[in-house]
């Protein structure tokens, strides 16, 4: 490990060019939004959809990894683990993760090799993304001499968010940093002992989508500065849905999450709405 953090410390960051970044943005983004609440993800189009990256091996051959190093979180029957701890590194990018992966059940060796297969195509969507920020790089000037400073990274760590001796919820955050960086989260929220996914009807109910609505908009409304939010009518909140990313608190309150752009200003950033039971 003491390897894999010296290799990755020696990087720094080096800025693009001002007058590359339309450029850039114009080779990575992938069709334009009608939606005020969906354009963060519709603008980044591939970046933003790259690295949703959990669970499983990832089919990459790393240049520095460790073993396997347990991290129990579970009581009972069941962990968390860090399945893998690894540096791989090329000429173009740096691709560095902390991957988790969920013991004690059938369950969770199913869960395992969906994302598995997941991982696979999402990382090579991230090759392909950072090979097209290369050649707009090249295309509007850029030197190899200039290329070679650049530290393109590809990041995955997770954070446990609350554990029981059943249940688990954790987030899984995925950032590409090319001429920008880009994040994008996903929830898992595990119920290991009834072998399943939990949903926000599992945590609040079957009004769950009253409830959360309704605390949703009294939060945006008490809000220091309201205006920070989108209105409805012009693409912001409306309703949360079974798509809704959520995790649940250590309080067993889900806590519901929209990403930049999607219901407030993008200074905002990831936005969170704590949803009492």
Not at 109 to 122: L, M, N, P
Not at 123 to 130: F, L
Not at 167 to 188: C, G, K, L, W
Request: charged content about 25%.
């Amino acid at each position: 490990m003491k390897e894999f953090e010296n290799a990755r410390m020696e990087y720094e960051e080096t800025p693009v060019p001002e007058e590359l970044n339309d450029r850039v943005q114009a080779g990575i983004r992938q069709g334009k939004t009608n939606r005020v609440r969906r354009i963060w993800k519709r603008r980044l189009g591939t970046v933003a959809a790259c690295f949703v990256v959990v669970v499983g091996a990832l089919n990459l051959s790393p240049t520095v990894a460790a073993a396997a190093a347990d991290v129990p979180v579970l009581g009972g029957l069941f962990q968390v683990l860090t399945v893998r701890s690894f540096t791989n590194e090329n000429e173009d990018r740096t691709v560095t993760v902390e991957q988790p992966g969920v013991t004690g059940s059938d369950f969770a060796a199913q869960i395992d090799a969906e994302i598995q297969e997941r991982v696979d195509a999402k990382i090579a969507e991230g090759e392909q993304v950072i090979a097209e920020y290369k050649d707009a790089f090249f295309a509007t000037g850029g030197t190899q001499e200039d290329w070679e400073q650049h530290d393109n990274k590809v990041s995955v760590t997770y954070e446990i968010k609350s554990q029981s001796d059943t249940t688990v919820s954790f987030e899984v955050d995925s950032t590409v940093s090319i001429a920008n960086a880009y994040q994008e989260r996903t929830y898992y929220n595990l119920d290991l002992a009834e072998n399943k996914e939990l949903t926000l009807a599992d945590v609040l109910g079957a009004d769950w989508v009253n409830i959360c609505n309704e605390s949703i908009k009294a939060q945006m409304a008490a809000a220091e500065e309201p205006s920070v939010y989108f209105e409805e009518s012009m693409g912001g909140f409306s309703t949360v849905d079974e798509t809704t990313g959520f995790y649940i608190n250590e309080a067993g309150n889900p806590v519901v999450v929209f990403p930049p752009y999607t219901v407030a200003i993008g200074a905002m950033g990831y936005v969170e709405f704590e949803i009492s039971k």
